[in-house]
Antibody, heavy 119, light 113 residues
Framework: EVQLVESGGNLVQPGGSLRLSCAASGFTFNSHWMHWFRQAPGKGLLWISRISTDGKTTGYADSVMGRFSISRDNAKNTLYLQMTSLRAEDTAIYYC????????????WGQGTLVTVSS | DFVMTQSPDSLAVSLGERATISCKSSQSVLSSSNNKNYLAWYQQKPGQPPKLLIY???TRESGVPDRFSGSGSGTDFTLTISSLQAEDVAVYYC?????????FGQGTKVEIK
């Protein structure tokens, strides 16, 4: 059974940093691109970042470019999102999702982890 | 950049009745190389992550009930729930995967009348 479990969400002050993790199991992690999304309270879905199977190719939404960094450890089957210079508008539930990879479809999602940026 | 616009924002349908959601893309998501529409539909129930329902505009994901169907091409798409069940109460999102912005519509909330 495919499982994605996010962790690391917390309350952080504006300007602070946080690292999210996404532990994957039930599939061959290093065969799939992976993505991060977020959903502000009561709002819609926003794609944040993607990473290739070997970690060498990444992409970011304009809203987080230069502040967030995606990475992965294929030996640990874990995806990461390092977030810096956090702003109030980064407050959201953050989801990791598996990319089907044969085509870019997000076929499995984690339950999400809540990041709150507030003083 | 893509803009995906769904209508209506919400709708209330009686159990067993049809629910129809529209999604319009600011640009075509039809690829000339493979004649496929890069359009997906997701269902998000309260407190849960999104679930992939339909891709290529009309292909149901494995395990999705056949009361869910997708149609359309180019810039105009429709998700239809042919006979609404109580477990279909959710927010539905269309999403383009034509380019790497992976833009979602704003969502349509489906409730029971």
């Amino acid at each position: 059974e495919v499982q994605l479990v996010e962790s690391g969400g917390n309350l952080v002050q504006p300007g602070g940093s946080l690292r999210l993790s996404c532990a994957a199991s039930g599939f061959t992690f290093n065969s799939h691109w992976m993505h991060w999304f977020r959903q502000a309270p009561g709002k819609g879905l926003l794609w944040i970042s993607r990473i290739s199977t070997d970690g060498k190719t990444t992409g970011y939404a304009d809203s987080v470019m230069g502040r967030f960094s995606i990475s992965r450890d294929n030996a640990k089957n874990t995806l990461y999102l390092q977030m810096t210079s956090l702003r109030a508008e980064d407050t959201a539930i953050y989801y990791c999702a598996r990319d089907r990879t044969t085509v870019t479809l997000f076929d499995y999602w984690g339950q999400g982890t809540l990041v709150t940026v507030s003083s | 950049d893509f803009v995906m616009t769904q209508s209506p924002d919400s709708l209330a349908v009686s159990l067993g009745e049809r629910a129809t959601i529209s999604c319009k893309s600011s640009q075509s998501v039809l690829s000339s190389s493979n004649n496929k529409n890069y359009l997906a539909w997701y269902q998000q129930k309260p407190g849960q992550p999104p679930k992939l329902l339909i891709y290529w505009a009309s292909t149901r994901e494995s395990g999705v009930p056949d009361r869910f169907s997708g149609s359309g091409s180019g810039t105009d798409f429709t998700l239809t729930i042919s006979s609404l069940q109580a477990e279909d109460v959710a927010v539905y999102y269309c999403q383009e995967y034509y380019d790497t912005s992976y833009t979602f519509g704003q969502g349509t909330k489906v409730e029971i009348k």
